[in-house]
């Protein structure tokens, strides 16, 4: 959304406001005035016009200018109906000079998760991505990975879902025995471009099963409608987003909530990695992301890997 509609649109929400006094406020023409509300009423917007001035009526349920209405974070949104995969048009974005973007879909036709694993992603989820250039070093990457994780988690408590997250980026509902420690609700899937003490772009693929129909889903999987019940989607991303903001550009914060949300910690866990299986107790997590893996051996501090929840750590 560019400056002028924006500015437009929050004079709106403290309307009404006349035209002539809208235009002298913001330093254009009642013409520029009458462009923007136009604009935003093709948007979705609901624009009343009365003897008093323009008023609010309604938002839309969800896009790019919804989503950044009310926004308490510093990013613009690229929104659209379809996409393969909101990770490949961040890219492309990123690759651009593009910064601190989100890529939002109301579905994606060729959505992955790890190892290219096809993620289905039908409309009523939420399927976003971010672009960012952090200013840290590569190894500090996996921490954006866990910031977006508690995000989503904490958005998802909110909207009533019990969500805790597995190591790494899984958000899932526990459940007693399940192998993969519950169902999934949420994945987190990060990629970046950079040398070896610098990077250049990071995009951060969120995919969140919201108001999505269950049986559509795998048999491991879950969703916020089957949880809790359907929410707007609009507030959702605003609160993931909104959350993530506050995280990003604090490790240590990041740190603690990922562990005060961890459903691995504790538990007794394999990991499948490229070496080989790890097992034994996850006791924590390092500052760049890794598992640290309690085994018969020692502690192990696993960087990438599938993880599979046995049992409890204390359950023998």
């Not at 916020?224 to 707007?232: I, K, L, S, W």
């Not at 490790?251 to 603690?256: C, F, I, W």
């Not at 890794?290 to 599938?306: I, K």
Request: proline share 5%; hydrophobic share 40%.
């Amino acid at each position: 959304m560019n400056e002028t509609r924006r500015a437009v649109l929050d004079a709106l929400a403290d309307g009404p406001i006349a035209g002539p006094a809208l235009a002298d406020d913001l330093g254009i023409s009642r013409t520029a005035v009458w462009k923007q509300v136009e604009a935003l009423r093709d948007a979705g917007f609901e624009v009343e016009s009365a003897s008093e001035g323009y008023t609010l009526a309604d938002v839309p349920e969800y896009g790019a200018e919804a989503v950044e209405f009310g926004l308490d974070a510093p990013l613009d949104v690229e929104y659209h109906d379809a996409l393969p995969s909101t990770n490949d048009r961040a890219r492309e974005l990123a690759a651009s000079g593009a910064s601190d973007v989100v890529v939002l879909a109301d579905r994606q036709t060729g959505g992955r998760g790890r190892r290219g694993r096809q993620w289905s992603s039908p409309s009523g989820g939420v399927w976003m991505s971010l672009v960012l250039r952090p200013d840290v070093p590569p190894a500090r990457v996996p921490l954006v990975t866990l910031a977006a994780a508690v995000a989503v988690t904490d958005a998802t408590r909110e909207a009533g879902a019990d969500a805790a997250i597995k190591w790494p980026n899984d958000c899932i509902v526990p459940r007693e025995g399940a192998e993969r420690g519950g169902d999934k609700l949420a994945g987190v899937l990060t990629e970046m471009e950079g040398e070896a003490s610098r990077v250049s772009w990071v995009v951060v693929g969120v995919g969140v099963n919201v108001n999505v129909d269950p049986e559509t889903l795998a048999s491991d999987a879950t969703s916020v409608r089957a949880e809790a019940g359907d929410v707007e989607r609009r507030a959702f991303v605003q609160r993931v987003l909104e959350r993530f903001h506050e995280l990003r550009d604090d490790p240590d914060a990041v740190l603690d909530a990922w562990r005060d949300r961890a459903a691995t910690l504790g538990q007794r866990v394999r990991v499948e990695t490229v070496d080989g299986d790890v097992v034994g107790d996850a006791v924590d997590v390092t500052e760049h992301g890794a598992l640290v893996v309690q085994t018969a051996d020692g502690r192990e501090v696993v960087h990438a890997g599938d993880c599979q929840h046995l049992r409890p750590a204390d359950g023998g």
